[in-house]
């Protein structure tokens, strides 16, 4: 059961709330890339958008990660927290 628990915490450490963001963003521009010859250049907003999101979240989780060494919770708390205030603030910018 002990096994169960840290392979559980891991798992979920590793897929964090930035990590999930991380992965959307990167599946973006992905899909971006390959549809660049059928859009006609469009695509590239996709990229320009999403590219500097997946880096920012991605060094972001790796600061608090370093901090936080064991507290999948807390990670997961101050995570959520910043993604809130981010959404937040990007929607009072664009109202």
């Not at 600061?63 to 993604?83: A, G, P, Q, R, V």
Request: aromatic fraction near 14%.
């Amino acid at each position: 059961m002990q096994d169960e628990k840290i392979t559980l915490s891991k798992a979920f450490r590793f897929l964090s709330p930035l990590m999930i963001v991380l992965f959307c963003s990167l599946i973006i521009v992905a899909g971006s890339f390959f549809e660049l010859s059928s859009s006609g250049g469009w695509s590239m907003i996709g990229v320009i958008l999403c590219l500097p999101i997946a880096i920012v979240t991605f060094v972001i989780d790796l600061f608090i990660k370093s901090f936080i060494k064991d507290d999948t919770l807390k990670l997961w708390i101050i995570e959520m927290i910043l993604l809130i205030i981010a959404g937040v603030t990007y929607y009072n910018i664009y109202q």
